[in-house]
T-cell receptor
Framework: GAVVSQHPSWVICKSGTSVKIECRSL??????MFWYRQFPKQSLMLMAT?????????EQGVEKDKFLINHASLTLSTLTVTSAHPEDSSFYIC???????????FGQGTRLTVV | AQTVTQSQPEMSVQEAETVTLSCTYD???????LFWYKQPPSRQMILVIR??????QNATENRFSVNFQKAAKSFSLKISDSQLGDAAMYFC??????????FGTGTSLTVIP
């Protein structure tokens, strides 16, 4: 299957700082990317959907000013957690699909710890 | 709204035996896709199998097969000849024509040696 690379795999940051997570499709053009948050032993919670060149569509309850998503190219989307707080600590996963693809391919995930 | 329900939070199976994981979903759409994803301890999501709703034939991928009952909105996963490497969280997912995926709450599968 196609490869989606997510970086970093883990990050620790101080409260109040911002953290950027990158999601790259390595061998296909990702017209759509999804960002999820996953709490321990729980399912994936969709945060937002982004189409290349367009503003992201956020799910209800997700603060767009806190979780900034940029999908400026067909191979790269970024999620920036601004002014991070300990409650933002979680596992964040991106996935991507191309224009005609049926399935989505997932990155390895990023474990964010805010101290 | 579309919902995906996995009623078995945890399942266990003896190595080499067969296990079936359940999934039901709710939709008013007629054209959609269903998936089973596996999430091992590494937490990398891996596609196990997918099913197009318009296909009556159940999908099969080696030891993995599904029982797709469209009228009942049921999509179970059968794992045959279970292996230790099959131990993981399994998520059922639904996607309508368009973008959004909806995931179930997951089933944690333990394989007993």
């Amino acid at each position: 299957g196609a490869v989606v690379s997510q970086h970093p795999s883990w990050v620790i940051c101080k409260s109040g700082t911002s953290v950027k997570i990158e999601c790259r499709s390595l061998d296909f053009q990702a017209t759509t990317m999804f960002w999820y948050r996953q709490f321990p032993k729980q399912s994936l919670m969709l945060m937002a959907t982004s189409n290349e060149g367009s503003k992201a569509t956020y799910e209800q309850g997700v603060e767009k000013d806190k979780f900034l998503i940029n999908h400026a190219s067909l191979t790269l989307s970024t999620l920036t957690v601004t002014s991070a707080h300990p409650e933002d600590s979680s596992f964040y996963i991106c996935s991507a699909r191309d224009r005609v693809g049926t399935e989505a391919f997932f990155g390895q995930g990023t474990r964010l710890t805010v101290v | 709204a579309q919902t995906v329900t996995q009623s078995q939070p945890e399942m266990s199976v003896q190595e080499a035996e067969t296990v079936t994981l359940s999934c039901t979903y709710d939709t008013s759409e007629s054209d959609y896709y269903l998936f089973w994803y596996k999430q091992p301890p590494s937490r990398q999501m891996i596609l196990v199998i997918r099913q197009e709703a318009y296909k009556q034939q159940n999908a099969t991928e080696n030891r993995f097969s599904v029982n797709f009952q469209k009228a009942a909105k049921s999509f179970s996963l059968k794992i045959s000849d279970s292996q230790l490497g099959d131990a993981a969280m399994y998520f059922c997912a639904y996607r309508r024509t368009g973008n959004q995926f909806y995931f179930g709450t997951g089933t944690s599968l333990t394989v007993i040696p």
